[in-house]
Nanobody, 124 residues
Framework: VQLQASGGGLVQAGGSLRLSCAAS????????MGWFRQAPEKEREFVAR????????TYADSAKGRFIISRDNAKNTVYLQMNNLKPEDTAVYYC??????????????????WGQGTQVTVSS
């Protein structure tokens, strides 16, 4: 499975961005999908996860109420709508794919495939 993340950029605080992650290759739409982020000199952290069907979503506390994860399985694409962005959201954002049965989806170890990352910069 190959994952291609896009949609990052520079935005002012309070603004919005929508990230996309296109999956291709072997059964690209057969996985739960997650978004992680990594700020400079910090560890990569969980942001959001969506189940294979799209019926189950989970968010990090930092993302609740501001970010929305969704997916379009017909397009093999997962989205992360980010609203009311804050400077502390500045990071490289990565999408990742995990077998749907794994329950430790806030852990990097649950994910088998990773995209290349897209930079999000929020100015104050």
């Amino acid at each position: 499975v190959q994952l291609q993340a896009s949609g990052g950029g520079l935005v002012q605080a309070g603004g919005s961005l929508r990230l996309s992650c296109a999956a291709s290759g072997r059964t690209g739409s057969s996985y739960a999908m997650g978004w992680f982020r990594q700020a400079p000199e910090k560890e990569r952290e969980f942001v959001a996860r969506i189940s294979l069907s799209g019926g189950g979503t989970t968010y990090a506390d930092s993302a609740k109420g501001r970010f929305i994860i969704s997916r379009d399985n017909a397009k093999n694409t997962v989205y992360l709508q980010m609203n009311n962005l804050k400077p502390e959201d500045t990071a490289v954002y990565y999408c990742a794919a995990a077998p749907n049965y794994r329950s430790d989806y806030q852990s990097l170890l649950a994910y088998d495939y990773w995209g290349q990352g897209t930079q999000v910069t929020v100015s104050s």
